[in-house]
DNA sequence: CTGAAAGCGCTTACAG
DNA sequence: CTGAAAGCGCTTACAG
């Protein structure tokens, strides 16, 4: 009964398209007393069709409000125009800004993107890939979710869609790749600490699980050895890449025995966050501890006090990603190499020299 | 000659699929001895077919990695299983999360979700609507850009795909609406304010040509008549809504004549951008300043200090918006009525009693 | 419970 | 410059 109604009802929405008995090719084709294979190639100004035909098939399409069928198209010429986006979550600014140059390369071609989060859950990106696959996506651009295995790329790949790794790469994946090169970009952050007279700097934030957090890490690590200087395991307090991490964090930190003067932290998230929080313990970030972030959010140049932090090139990785896929859609053949892009680091008002709390 | 050698690489990148020679419905037919027929009602479990049948079936199709072809099931049923959503720019919080509900709504029911920003470009907007027609996407949840004509709307239902405003409506677009009172919304934070014991009271960001903006204003000037404070036209700072609007705007809010003592602001980020600024000048928002966002996004309560809003039901909007579009894509007809969500004060520390300034 | 056949709306050789 | 026809890979009556 329940699914009987249903039915009954799903048709009248779709019925309460009256006013045209579906629009297709073959309409415009009868109604100007030509073929279907004209009114195709008019409609996508093929020079074989003479000006005025076009002109009157462009006309009367418009007229009659046809809608092109890419799902027909599609079966036929297996080109989508469809490419599929996925990052660990888009409500990270970071993320945000290498989609937005990534939005603006693609629309210039006319392609279509979807997006997805995978959470770092391998069975949500597995999904995503899937559906794209289903879909017919001409390719995919993805920050792989921590833990991917190779060989859910390459089954992409090996089904004739071309993936491009962005912020995160994959060992034993043979596609392109490009991200910062963090463990320089740390280094910057650490040696401007060291140089201001900083010996007791924590490392705030961050992961191993990934490629770039141990790149991070170990940049951070060479940094200080370079310098002589001790690396305690105390002072490094891993954790999520949030605001709310860095945030928690600062409780950790300022109770931490060594009573470090400053805090490398793992992006511009966890220093804003890491600031806050030694706000609100009554010290005042920037003077009485220095902070350094990472990426050089447009959030970092308005915070209180304004960051300073290591320019990651988000821009760049996302336009420079979305090329070269393009590139590949378009048949070019590259060997699948990984592109680092040279951080700098941006000074600002969070570091100074060291003040010894008491 | 450029062409040509395009074309040829063209090929041999897709030839790189050589494994398989495209797997279909039939190819698992042939090699099982039964028809499509069977073979497709088995995949989606089709009570038809036997169980033996259903499962040697379906073994056999992941052992030969068979990629089920949506285009062509979805050219055969007219049911896509896409649905789009468009909004000004996911990079503002409050729209990612309002996202993140509708993507959690959405994913339970299997359906993929493409994703676009309008930038309030009436354009862009209707060139995505247009690019779901063709894709033939189900239905669309849209927070519509700035002067978006009722028929922009309308076009979409008149050709079958059911859509849903939220956080914004359109006059003479007949289709379901999720937003928060903001009239009722704004009047609670300003009569927090004036209950504090303000009365010169700046309102700072927004625009009159939203729907929201009207009412977010209008809510200010009625809460503050009621009360029978002035509303003084300076003191009210129109703008973007972003941090980088608000930071700014601080520089102008301190120079008034009238030397407010408390803001309210449009949303959390102006807030807390206005909070930067005036921390930047050298006063103590919360405590020189008293300042109000709207939202409560999950940073306004790690700000420092942490910002006295207005809850403004994100999560409730997104999932709402889903589950009536889920709805009428399963043939449930509904009266388009706008629904308010009630917002709710939030009380935190960047709000107490007036300072006056020197 | 299973199969043969039509058709969804395009595009692309091919012929003229 | 234009047309007739095949085919992309599914699903769905219909028949058995």
Redesign the interface.
Same mark, same amino acid.
């Given at each position: 009964m329940r699914c009987h109604k249903?039915?009954?009802?799903?048709?009248?929405?779709?019925e309460?398209?009256p006013?045209a008995q579906k629009i297709k090719l073959s309409t415009i084709a009868e109604g100007l007393g030509v073929s279907t294979a004209t009114v195709s190639l008019a409609l996508r100004d093929s020079p074989l069709v003479a000006d005025s035909t076009r002109d009157r098939i462009k006309a009367h399409a418009r007229e009659i409000g046809y809608?092109?069928?890419?799902?027909?198209a599609?079966?036929r010429t297996s080109r989508?125009g469809i490419v599929g986006v996925v990052v660990h979550d888009?409500?990270n =600014?970071f993320y945000?800004?290498i989609?937005?140059s990534i939005?603006t390369e693609l629309d210039r071609s006319r392609q279509?993107f979807?997006?997805s989060?995978h959470y770092d859950q391998i069975e949500k990106q597995r999904t995503f890939i899937?559906?794209l696959?289903?879909?017919?996506a001409d390719g995919v651009i993805m920050s792989p979710a921590i833990g991917t295995p190779p060989e859910d790329i390459m089954m992409a790949?090996?089904?004739?869609m =071309?993936a491009v790794l962005i912020a995160r790469s994959v060992e034993g994946a043979a596609v392109p790749a490009f991200r910062g090169d963090d463990a320089y970009g740390i280094g910057l952050a650490t040696n401007h600490l060291i140089s201001l007279g900083h010996s007791r700097i924590a490392m705030i934030g961050g992961t191993d699980q990934t490629s770039t957090g141990r790149d991070r890490y170990q940049g951070y690590v060479a940094a200080m050895e370079k310098a002589g200087l001790d690396v305690l395991p105390s002072m490094r307090i891993p954790g999520p890449r949030t605001?709310?991490a860095g945030?928690e964090a600062a409780v950790t930190f300022l109770a931490l025995e060594e009573k470090p003067t400053a805090a490398v932290c793992w992006n511009d998230l966890v220093a804003i966050?890491l600031?806050?929080g030694i706000?609100?313990a009554g010290l005042v970030p920037g003077r009485d501890i220095s902070v350094t972030g990472y990426d050089d959010l447009?959030?970092a140049a308005?915070?209180?006090p304004a960051l300073t932090t290591v320019w990651n090139g988000q821009r760049e990785v996302g336009r420079l990603a979305a090329r070269i896929l393009l590139d590949?859609l378009?048949?070019?053949?590259l060997e699948p190499r990984q592109q680092l892009i040279k951080p700098e680091l941006h000074i600002r008002q969070s570091t100074g020299k060291p003040v010894e709390r008491s």
């Open positions: 249903a039915i009954k009802h799903f048709k009248s929405v779709r309460a398209v006013l809608i092109y069928n890419r799902r027909a599609s079966l989508s888009i409500m =600014p945000a800004e989609l937005r939005e279509t979807l997006l989060n899937d559906t696959l289903q879909l017919g790949e090996d089904n004739g =071309p605001k709310q945030f966050g600031m806050n706000a609100r447009e959030e308005i915070a209180t590949r378009n048949g070019a053949e």
